[in-house]
Every structure is written in C-alpha cells, then in structure tokens.
C-alpha cells in the first residue's frame, strides 16, 4: 500500500481471510456461523504501541497498530489474544513523516477494506472456503466502528474535540467559534 512516499506491507484482508479459512475448516465454519446471512459489521483499531521498554525516552521503536475484526463475532473471541486481524503496524516516524498523518493512514485503509471502484466487502460478497473441500460461503460486510479512545478518535479523524476550532465528528457542531 503506498502511504505518502512509503511503500508499506500491509495484510491483505482478502487474502487472510481465504487463507484461514482454506487451512482451517473449523474456523471457515466458525465464522461461517456468525457472518453469513447478513452484513457483517467491521470493527478498526488504530492505537501506537511501543514494543519491548515502554519508558524508552525516544520513539525509535513506536508503531500504530491498525488491527480490525467482525463485530458480529462472540465477546469472547473478540477479546482474545488474536480476535483482532493484523492489517499493519506503520512505524510512527513514517506516519509523522506523512503529510496526512493518522487521518491519511485511516482512509488508506478503510480504502484497502472498501474502494468504490475495486474489490469491496460492502458491494461484492466475498466468496471463502470450508477447508480444501469443495464448499464454499459469501460474507458480505459493511463499516461498523472504530474501537479508540477519545484520543484517538480525535487523531484518526482530525478533529479537534470539546476545545477546538472544527466541528465535532459525532454531533457534527462547531464547539467553539471564532468572532
């Protein structure tokens, strides 16, 4: 995925989720079970981690982490180790290099999961594997939300929030204004 003047290796939801399923016939069922019949709602998490000390002084080893799964999938996969897929972890001296930033990386990505013009979980129903039989099922998705923090939701869509100049992502008011 081309990000600014970076070129990044991102995973292919597509292809991940094929993959799994075709080696997994057991978790083809399972998401099977869960997200077939209806529109199965997308989940983002974009968050920095540090790996290894995270009281290290500089940010040398700081990434964003943008992870996503299905909303519709239990609580208690959800919340496990890997109930969020890894779609890429983006050093943050690339992401603050950017002119976009955060907001740039977060419509890269939303466009990787739901390009008007390409593959789209919204408009075309992906067709996966049971294992290496020859079944198949569709899954069909669309936007659910972003699981942030307030912080966050301000970075990923470049607003400013309670104190700033621009309107407010979720009511859509200006909160404070200029004379």
């Known amino acids: 995925m081309q990000f600014g003047s970076e070129m990044l290796y991102v995973n292919n939801p597509y292809a991940l989720l094929w993959a799994t399923c075709q080696l ?3 978790f083809s069922e399972f998401l099977r079970h869960h997200l077939e019949g209806h529109d199965a709602r997308l989940v983002f998490y974009i968050d920095e981690t540090t790996p290894g000390n995270n009281l290290r002084p500089d940010t040398g080893r700081s990434f964003e982490a943008v992870l996503w799964t299905f909303a519709d999938l239990p ?3 959800r919340n ?3 109930g969020y897929f890894k779609f890429a972890f ?3 001296v ?3 290099a950017s002119s976009g ?3 740039d990386l977060t419509k890269q990505m939303l466009l990787k999961f739901f390009h008007p013009s390409d593959l789209s979980f919204a408009t ?3 067709k996966l594997p049971i294992g290496k039989s020859d079944r198949s099922w569709l899954i069909k998705a669309i936007f659910g939300f972003f699981n942030v923090d307030e912080r966050a939701c301000k970075f990923i869509t470049d607003v400013k929030g309670a104190g700033g100049l621009k309107f407010c992502c979720f009511c859509k008011n200006v909160l404070k204004r200029k004379k």
């Open 24 to 26: 997994s016939p057991q």
């Open 75 to 77: 609580a208690w996969f």
């Open 80 to 82: 496990r180790h890997h």
């Open 90 to 92: 983006v050093p943050s």
């Open 94 to 96: 690339i992401v603050e």
């Open 101 to 103: 930033g955060i907001p």
């Open 124 to 126: 075309a129903s992906i």
